[in-house]
């Protein structure tokens, strides 16, 4: 059984860091592609980034610069790195798993608050 657990998020001001983690567990994510997403309150959610496998990370315009996507094959880990925080990254986000471009896994989600 595939699951995703997100972990990392928290309360922080204007311009500090987080860094958030997505254990998988149930399957080799290096096989699959894992993404972050994020939904604030009353929108819809968005695309923050992904890694495919063991290929090259892709980022939302909205994170260029100032978020990492990584992954930890030994741990089976996807992590996001957010620096430079802003009161408009705050939202709760999201890891989905991919398997051949046709099935999901979501996480439950880790809450990110960014103010003063």
């Known amino acids: 059984q595939v699951q995703l657990v997100e972990s990392g998020g928290g309360l922080v001001q204007p311009g500090e860091s987080l860094r958030l983690s997505c254990a998988v567990s149930?399957?080799?994510?290096?096989?699959?592609?894992v993404g972050w997403y994020r939904q604030a309150p009353g929108e819809e959610r968005e695309w923050v980034a992904e890694?495919?496998?063991?290929?090259?990370?892709a980022y939302a315009d909205l994170g260029k610069g100032r978020f990492t996507i990584e992954g930890d094959y030994r741990k089976n880990a996807v992590y996001l790195q957010m620096n430079s925080l802003r009161p408009e990254d705050t939202a709760v986000y999201y890891c989905?798993?991919?398997?051949?471009?046709?099935?999901?896994?979501w996480g439950k989600g880790t809450l990110v608050t960014v103010a003063s």
């Open positions: 989905k798993l991919t398997i051949s471009r046709v099935t999901d896994f």
């Open positions: 890694i495919q496998g063991r290929g090259n990370p």
């Open positions: 149930g399957i080799l994510f290096a096989g699959s592609t």
